[in-house]
């Protein structure tokens, strides 16, 4: 075998000695997936989350129903089109010290992204408190109030003296680069079916500012939902399955609005969840803004949790984390095949294009962390948020689809002199952010030896999240010297306590004795239907269940088919069947009467009868029909069964009779007639 030969079998056993394809990629995550032991939420099972340790809380924040905001006096409740705006403010955010001179490091982590954050501010809704250039006005009493009496609904601890504090907030969704907060109560409880759920505290608190884009190193906000009252309640992490945390968040929202004191609709309630698991650490997961979300996001950040502990297992048992080191080395575009369009677009707008060496990682980037998510995903999500580069970000040796061909990863590892255990990404950037690039992915490898790193994470639809930022600490709170204490007196608590509503447990106990049918609560109690249910028992005599089940099941179904009335008040319900019963019209007719009713609340009901082209028949006449419609059935029938005679007469009057007589009472009527 000539020389030359031999040392080209030599090399293509090299490449192939350090190539992981595509089908190695899959093949890994299928097995790393089974390795962490992740099942589908539906399949779950309490068993697989008391082996994993699963642990959730809340923190569950609602605007308050006020006239004005909470430290100043303008309106509340006011939204503008993102594109209506009078004038834009810049800000660039910088971290303070706290008062033991130490720097939060969510602070730290913001200032390092460079942000220009640009407000766009309407006139009518923000004033120059909310741009920090004058002092806050004193707290909103009527926020206060409602906040007291929900806290006492939760059965908290009212604190003897209200103590205004700053939470930091470098994030820009606050001008003043902190948001004013302050504790109302401690140390409460509320019941779910099958157990209790300790609450920490509950607070009154600004609302920030609503996001527009994030896009680079620009992050635009609109202001006109800053400063609005909202309150805060967290509960302790005692959620032991996905489950317990959607009942748990539900009740505290129900409780809320069954004060009506809150803002009900897009936006106005948010929840932030906290997950962790056995070894691992607090993951907030921000502004879910619908609970239906909560299983899932919840029950995969657990197992996100256990697969980074399964990582840094593999990652200690290989090196020690202080003899780790990264290495890398800039690309020229001309000197690879390079055909990925971002990375053809990265060389005609001039970035630069790196790679690195990730020593030991080979089987960790294509590493199973959520439902079509590796780890490699947390590398270019941190990407994304500190350095500021917008995605497609960057590639690497384990992607799925291949997007830099093996001849070039060959020669890509030559450069970076990588081993055969080593894995390789390539990204790129603007020359300014390359140096903060590099530092967040060796700082995301680093973390990956020590396993779950505490941080925020954004929320999706399909119950997976993204990193958003560092986890905030306790250095970022002070107090605000700008806003004296509020003693809060036992006679002013005695006097707010004498007009509570009834509980929400109390309500749900109350409507499975009037049999209201149990897949109309989650609407009723979202709505606070309640009170209208029991107003309609107690003075039109209706029955609870009728009521219950019109509520939960036709205006649910109408409002889903038309979309939310701006016009539409609830109450109008209760003038609806105090028509009907006054006029002695069958309880159903409300039902084909309500889409017009909802349509046009101001109409009077007898136009809404003539649109439906509704006539009153008496009794008698109804009746005359039977005998006729009786022998006809017996013409035609096939099966001439007495009940399926019943149920064709049934048919034959039905329209007719809606309204006319209770379809209960025409059937007991021809049942006496035929059996």
Excluded at 32 to 58: C, H, M, P, W
Excluded at 565 to 576: G, H, K, M, V
Aim: overall charge negative.
């Amino acid at each position: 075998m000539s020389k030359q030969r031999f040392q080209n079998q030599e090399n293509n056993k090299s490449t192939l000695h350090f190539t992981f394809s595509a089908v190695d990629a899959k093949a890994n995550y299928e097995e790393t997936r089974q390795q962490v032991g992740y099942v589908n939420r539906r399949q779950a099972t309490q068993e697989d989350y008391d082996r994993i340790g699963f642990k959730s809380g809340l923190e569950v924040h609602q605007q308050l129903l006020t006239d004005k905001k909470l430290f100043c006096n303008c309106p509340a409740g006011l939204y503008h089109a993102d594109d209506d705006y009078d004038a834009e403010v810049i800000r660039h955010m910088r971290p303070t010290l706290s008062e033991l001179g130490e720097y939060d490091g969510t602070a730290l982590m913001e200032f390092k992204t460079r942000k220009n954050i640009i407000y766009r501010i309407k006139y009518d809704s923000a004033c120059t408190y909310e741009v920090d250039d004058t002092p806050p006005f004193p707290l909103n009493r009527q926020a206060l109030r409602i906040a007291i009496e929900i806290a006492l609904l939760s059965k908290l601890n009212i604190v003897g003296e209200v103590h205004i504090t700053r939470k930091q907030y470098l994030d820009g969704s606050i001008p003043t680069g902190f948001q004013r907060t302050a504790i109302v109560g401690v140390e409460g409880e509320i019941p779910l079916r099958n157990k209790k759920v300790r609450l920490i505290q509950l607070s009154v608190e600004e609302d920030a500012c609503r996001e527009i884009s994030d896009i680079g190193h620009f992050r635009t906000f609109k202001t006109d939902r800053l400063g609005m009252p909202l309150i805060e309640t967290v509960t302790y992490p005692d959620c032991l399955n996905p489950d317990e945390v959607m009942e748990a968040c539900n009740y505290i929202r129900f409780l809320n609005r069954s004060t009506g004191y809150v803002r009900t609709g897009s936006g106005s309630g948010r929840e932030d969840v906290n997950v962790s698991c056995r070894g691992g650490h607090r993951v907030e997961i921000k502004g879910v803004s619908h609970t239906r979300w909560i299983p899932e996001l919840t029950h995969n950040e657990a197992f996100r949790q256990w697969a980074l502990l399964l990582i840094r297992d593999k990652l200690q048992s290989r090196i020690r984390k202080e003899n780790w080191r990264m290495t890398y080395k800039r690309l020229n575009f001309f000197d690879f095949h390079f055909n990925l369009p971002a990375l053809i677009y990265a060389r005609d707008n001039r970035y630069r294009i790196v790679a690195v060496n990730l020593p030991q990682f080979r089987g960790i980037l294509s590493h199973f962390t959520q439902p079509e998510h590796c780890f490699a995903n947390e590398i270019s999500d941190r990407l994304k948020v500190i350095a500021c580069i917008e995605k497609p970000n960057m590639t690497h040796s384990e992607a799925f689809v291949p997007e830099i061909n093996e001849e070039d990863w060959s020669k890509i590892r030559q450069i970076l002199q990588a081993e055969e255990n080593d894995a390789q990404i390539v990204f790129w950037g603007p020359e300014d952010d390359i140096s903060t690039a590099l530092e967040t992915i060796e700082e995301r490898c680093l973390m990956a030896f020590d396993g779950v790193p505490p941080e925020t994470r954004k929320s999706f639809e399909d119950g997976t999240t993204i990193f958003e930022r560092v986890l905030p600490g306790a250095d970022r709170m002070y107090p605000d010297t700008d806003s004296a204490p509020i003693p809060l007196t036992d006679d002013y608590i005695e006097e707010i306590r004498k007009d509570l509503p009834t509980e929400v447990m109390v309500r749900y106990n109350q409507l499975v004795q009037w049999n209201v049918p149990q897949d109309t609560f989650t609407y009723i109690f979202k709505k606070n239907l309640y009170p209208l249910i029991e107003r309609i028992y107690t003075e039109l005599e209706i029955p609870a269940r009728f009521t219950g089940s019109f509520l939960g099941h036709t205006v649910k179904y109408i409002e889903g088919q038309k979309g939310p009335s701006s016009t539409f008040q609830f109450d109008r319900i209760y003038d609806l069947l105090k028509y009907l019963k006054n006029n002695h019209l069958d309880l159903r007719l409300a039902q084909k009467m309500f889409p017009e009713v909802y349509d046009h609340p101001g109409m009077d009901f007898d136009s809404v009868l003539t649109i439906l082209k509704f006539k009153r028949i008496a009794k008698e006449d109804l009746l005359s029909k039977i005998d006729f419609l009786s022998k006809k059935f017996d013409e035609i029938a096939i099966n001439p069964e007495p009940e399926n005679k019943i149920n064709w007469i049934m048919g034959q009057l039905q329209e007719t009779a809606l309204g006319n007589i209770s379809m209960k009472d025409l059937r007991n009527l021809l049942e006496s007639l035929i059996f």
